[in-house]
């Protein structure tokens, strides 16, 4: 089979390479073309390199293409990955900084929340742009494979508002559902498992061994487990509450909601500091920051080391290597996925993006019909739908009004501040991440004139509930092997290991 893949963001060391891995251990593509494509001249060459090296010990012929021009590595692809971040650190770094001033205390920062809702106006506006290019250059009725958060609503813009065919891809049902097993002391392939909801907030509705329902069986066997107790307390306690299991980790979990990351002091209660992912405050952050000082640092010794081994028993649980191979050849796959619900999930609305199961063919995407969520699974997905749909529509139009109603209605946000606080801290993102947000130009010059011209309300200089320290590069000499793990790693947060 011969036709075109393209990167877009492929200095992304995590996601790239083995995403790589994957698709080029299914045999029918050994004579596919790669192209990758970056705004970081120096990550791009990095991992290029890294990943040729890999193709060429695997006996494959493919030269892989890099290029800082977007538009010819889109050019008559067939299918793109993208595994952007638009702003880099710098700005990931203001999404978790800047609320925190206000008492806003993010684990990730990254779906919903000031960070959430921040990083999808920097990434709608550049998604749409990517998209343009894909209408004019790539292959008819390509297909969008999209990594990036906000998983939604990108997803989201992308299909109604970019013209482009796009399906959201995430591991969080895989990980929970690895959990699940590990509570029932059994193979994650002996558990059946029907997934729905929203990205991040995507619940366990049935949970089956050998045509036993074990649902309701699921919150003492959580209760009981000698690490689960310890590290996932807030999705433990959305389980007794709501009666179902959310995909999402303890951290993740925590910020979407206005429960639990309310009041600094109580905070600490409800998270442990094992891993980063179980609660730590801007702890994606901090894994991010380590993983890509130390790629940068270290990477002419990962050229020395053992190349990936490419083969369907090395292959991970990433869905896009999957979905392409059922298109192609049309081995059936099964798995999750975030798509327009158009009816699937009857008590959210049609035009969101949902995440449930499908399955892939010759044919293309197929959705199941999932009916209604339990009804306070569907609230708390309703809710987070309501904050994406304002933010989306805020990103497109550049209606500084629909963000700061976004920030109001979000959960944390409106847990912890009151409407002229959050009409500052919307300023004062704003006014930080100017570079990145042309659509709000008028609204930013705006901003600097309140600022200059109106009293400040009172905020604080705060490190959050329960930061970590940023590990140096000599501190990550100290175990060179988990600092290779972690910048290497698509998926940060497999082991959670309690404190």
Same mark, same amino acid.
């Given at each position: 089979?011969?036709?075109?893949?393209?990167?877009?963001?492929?200095?992304?060391?995590?996601?790239?390479?083995?995403?790589? &891995?994957?698709?080029?251990?299914?045999?029918?593509?050994?004579?596919?073309?790669?192209?990758?494509t970056?705004?970081?001249?120096?990550?791009?060459?990095?991992?290029?390199?890294?990943?040729?090296?890999?193709?060429?010990?695997?006996?494959?012929?493919?030269?892989?293409?890099?290029?800082?021009?977007?538009?010819?590595?889109?050019?008559?692809?067939?299918?793109?990955?993208?595994?952007?971040?638009?702003?880099?650190?710098?700005?990931?770094?203001?999404?978790?900084?800047?609320?925190?001033?206000?008492?806003?205390?993010?684990?990730?920062?990254?779906?919903?929340?000031?960070?959430?809702?921040?990083?999808?106006?920097?990434g709608?506006?550049?998604?749409?742009?990517?998209?343009?290019?894909?209408?004019?250059?790539?292959?008819?009725?390509?297909?969008?494979?999209?990594?990036?958060?906000?998983?939604?609503?990108?997803?989201?813009?992308?299909?109604?508002?970019?013209?482009?065919?796009?399906? @959201?891809?995430?591991?969080?049902?895989?990980?929970?559902?690895?959990?699940?097993?590990? +509570?029932?002391?059994?193979?994650?392939?002996?558990?059946?498992?029907?997934?729905?909801?929203?990205?991040?907030?995507?619940w366990y509705?049935?949970?089956k061994?050998?045509?036993?329902?074990?649902?309701?069986?699921?919150?003492e066997?959580?209760?009981?487990?000698?690490?689960?107790?310890?590290?996932?307390?807030?999705?433990?306690?959305?389980?007794? &509450?709501?009666?179902?299991?959310?995909?999402?980790?303890?951290?993740?979990?925590?910020?979407?909601?206005?429960?639990?990351?309310?009041?600094?002091?109580?905070?600490?209660d409800?998270?442990?500091?094992?891993t980063?992912?179980?609660?730590?405050?801007?702890?994606?952050?901090?894994?991010?920051?380590?993983?890509?000082?130390?790629?940068?640092?270290?990477?002419?010794?990962?050229?020395?080391?053992?190349?990936?081994?490419? @083969?369907?028993?090395?292959?991970?649980?990433?869905?896009?290597?999957?979905?392409?191979?059922?298109?192609?050849?049309?081995? +059936?796959?099964?798995g999750?996925?975030?798509?327009?619900?158009?009816?699937?999930?009857?008590?959210?609305?049609?035009?969101?993006?949902?995440?449930?199961?499908?399955?892939?063919?010759?044919?293309?995407?197929?959705?199941?019909?999932? @009916?209604?969520?339990?009804?306070?699974?569907?609230?708390?997905?309703?809710?987070?739908?309501?904050?994406?749909?304002?933010?989306?529509?805020?990103?497109?139009?550049?209606?500084?009004?629909?963000?700061?109603?976004?920030?109001?209605?979000?959960?944390?946000?409106?847990? +912890?501040?009151?409407?002229?606080?959050?009409?500052?801290?919307?300023?004062?993102?704003?006014?930080?991440q100017?570079?990145w947000?042309?659509?709000?130009?008028?609204?930013?010059?705006?901003?600097?004139?309140?600022?200059k011209?109106?009293?400040?309300?009172?905020?604080k200089?705060?490190?959050?509930?329960?930061?970590?320290?940023?590990?140096?590069?000599?501190?990550?000499?100290?175990?060179?092997?988990?600092?290779?793990?972690?910048?290497?790693?698509?998926?940060?947060?497999?082991?959670?290991?309690?404190?």
């Amino acid at each position: 089979m011969s036709f075109k893949i393209a990167f877009i963001g492929a200095g992304s060391i995590g996601f790239t390479r083995t995403l790589l &891995r994957d698709l080029l251990s299914v045999s029918e593509f050994a004579q596919v073309e790669i192209a990758f494509t970056d705004i970081s001249e120096q990550n791009l060459r990095m991992v290029t390199e890294l990943c040729q090296r890999d193709v060429e010990e695997n006996g494959l012929a493919i030269q892989l293409t890099a290029t800082l021009d977007r538009r010819q590595a889109l050019k008559d692809a067939r299918y793109i990955f993208s595994v952007v971040r638009i702003g880099g650190l710098e700005a990931f770094e203001q999404d978790i900084s800047i609320p925190l001033m206000y008492g806003i205390d993010q684990c990730v920062g990254d779906t919903l929340g000031p960070g959430g809702i921040m990083y999808g106006q920097r990434g709608i506006q550049e998604m749409l742009a990517i998209c343009k290019d894909i209408r004019e250059v790539a292959e008819p009725n390509c297909l969008l494979l999209n990594y990036a958060n906000p998983m939604a609503m990108l997803t989201w813009a992308c299909n109604t508002y970019g013209g482009v065919n796009t399906v @959201g891809l995430c591991h969080g049902v895989q990980g929970g559902h690895r959990q699940i097993a590990n +509570v029932f002391d059994l193979d994650k392939k002996e558990i059946d498992i029907v997934c729905a909801g929203i990205n991040h907030q995507t619940w366990y509705i049935q949970i089956k061994h050998r045509g036993q329902d074990l649902t309701r069986s699921l919150l003492e066997a959580f209760e009981q487990h000698p690490e689960y107790r310890q590290t996932e307390k807030v999705r433990i306690d959305m389980l007794k &509450r709501f009666g179902y299991y959310s995909t999402e980790s303890n951290g993740h979990l925590s910020e979407y909601v206005p429960w639990y990351r309310k009041r600094a002091d109580e905070i600490i209660d409800w998270i442990d500091l094992g891993t980063w992912i179980n609660g730590e405050t801007g702890g994606y952050l901090r894994v991010c920051t380590e993983g890509r000082n130390w790629f940068k640092e270290d990477f002419p010794n990962w050229m020395k080391e053992p190349a990936f081994v490419y @083969g369907d028993n090395e292959r991970g649980e990433e869905h896009g290597s999957y979905i392409i191979e059922a298109l192609e050849t049309g081995r +059936v796959y099964r798995g999750h996925f975030n798509r327009i619900n158009n009816g699937a999930i009857a008590n959210l609305p049609d035009d969101c993006v949902i995440e449930a199961p499908g399955y892939v063919d010759r044919n293309g995407i197929h959705m199941a019909l999932v @009916g209604e969520l339990p009804l306070g699974c569907a609230a708390v997905c309703n809710t987070s739908i309501q904050v994406q749909r304002l933010a989306v529509k805020a990103a497109i139009t550049g209606d500084d009004q629909l963000l700061r109603q976004a920030f109001m209605m979000d959960p944390l946000t409106g847990a +912890v501040c009151t409407p002229p606080e959050i009409w500052q801290l919307v300023d004062d993102l704003l006014i930080a991440q100017e570079k990145w947000l042309p659509q709000y130009e008028k609204s930013i010059k705006e901003a600097k004139e309140r600022r200059k011209k109106e009293p400040r309300l009172e905020t604080k200089m705060s490190n959050g509930a329960a930061r970590v320290k940023t590990k140096t590069i000599e501190e990550l000499k100290e175990n060179r092997l988990e600092a290779i793990k972690n910048a290497q790693a698509a998926d940060k947060a497999v082991d959670r290991p309690a404190y």
